[in-house]
C-alpha cells in the first residue's frame, strides 16, 4: 500500500523568511513522488517532481523538494517566501512497483505568508 | 490554462435535479479522473478511465454517472444529489493511467446542492 501524510494542516511564515512544507511518505518499493499547489476555487497546479536522479529538485515559481530515502521524506521548500505563495499545497505519492494505479495525494497543507 | 478544461465553473442545483459537468482535455493524454474535494478533507478520487474504459470506480454512490465517450471528453452525470455531495469536483489526465508523470489538473466545477 502507498501514503502519503502531511502533518501540518497549517503553516505561517513571514514574508521574505525560507519556508518548508512537511511531506512523508509509504511506499513498499520506489516512490514517485509530486508537489502541487492549489490557490482558491482553481485546480491543483503541478510544481515539481521526483522520479529518479538527484535527490534536490527544483520546480516552478523557486520552490523546491528533497527527497531522503532513509527518512521517507520529500519536504517542499522556498528560501524566500512571498505573500502570493499563501496556498494550499499537496504531496502525492506512487509506489513504482506497486499495484495501486493512481498517486495517492496527502490531505493538504494552508500556506500563509505574513507582510 | 492548463490544458483540462471544465464546465461549468459554479453550479447550484436541487436534490431533485439532473445535471452534468464536463470535462475536456487536449493535451493527447490518454488517462482521466473525476476527484471531490471537500473542505478539510483529503482529495476523494472518485472514478478513472483510461483509453474510455473505465478502470476503477471507488465505491460512488450510483447517483454519480461518469462517462467518457472518447479520450479527451469526460462527463459526471448528477442526479438526486444529496447536501452532502456540495464539493468541488476537480477532473485530471494523465498521459496513462499509472500517472508517472502526474496529472494535469481542471479548475474544477464548485458543485452546490440545495
Known amino acids: 500500500a502507498q501514503s502519503v501524510a502531511q502533518p501540518e494542516d497549517q503553516v505561517n511564515v513571514a514574508e521574505g523568511n525560507p519556508l518548508t512544507v512537511k511531506c512523508t511518505y509509504s511506499?513498499?518499493?520506489?516512490?514517485?513522488l509530486f508537489w502541487y499547489v492549489q490557490y482558491p476555487n482553481r485546480g491543483l497546479q503541478f510544481l515539481l517532481k521526483?522520479?529518479?536522479?538527484?535527490?534536490l529538485v527544483k520546480g516552478s515559481y523557486g520552490f523546491e523538494a528533497e527527497f531522503n530515502k532513509s527518512q521517507t521524506s520529500f519536504h517542499l521548500k522556498k528560501p524566500s517566501a512571498l505573500v502570493s505563495d499563501s496556498a494550499l499545497y499537496f504531496c502525492?505519492?506512487?509506489?513504482?512497483?506497486?499495484?495501486?494505479?493512481?498517486?495517492?495525494f496527502g490531505s493538504g497543507t494552508q500556506l500563509t505568508v505574513l507582510p | 490554462e492548463t490544458g483540462v478544461t471544465q464546465t461549468p465553473r459554479h453550479l447550484v442545483m436541487g436534490m431533485t435535479n439532473k445535471k452534468s459537468l464536463k470535462c475536456e482535455q487536449h493535451?493527447?493524454?490518454?488517462?482521466m479522473y473525476w476527484y471531490k474535494q471537500s473542505a478539510k478533507k483529503p482529495l476523494e478520487l472518485m472514478f478513472v478511465?483510461?483509453?474510455?474504459?473505465?478502470?476503477e470506480n471507488n465505491s460512488v454512490p450510483s447517483r454519480f454517472s461518469p462517462e467518457c465517450p472518447n479520450s479527451s471528453h469526460l462527463f459526471l452525470h448528477l442526479h438526486t444529489l444529496q447536501p452532502e455531495d456540495s464539493a468541488l469536483y476537480l477532473c485530471?489526465?494523465?498521459?496513462?493511467?499509472?500517472?508517472?508523470?502526474?496529472?494535469?489538473f481542471g479548475s474544477g466545477t464548485r458543485l452546490t446542492v440545495v
Open positions: 521526483y522520479i529518479t536522479g538527484d535527490n
Open positions: 502525492a505519492v506512487r509506489d513504482i512497483y506497486g499495484s495501486a494505479r493512481q498517486l495517492t
Open positions: 478511465y483510461s483509453l474510455e474504459e473505465r478502470v
Open positions: 485530471a489526465s494523465s498521459q496513462d493511467y499509472r500517472g508517472g508523470d502526474g496529472y494535469t
Open positions: 511506499v513498499s518499493g520506489n516512490p514517485y
Open positions: 493535451l493527447g493524454h490518454n488517462a
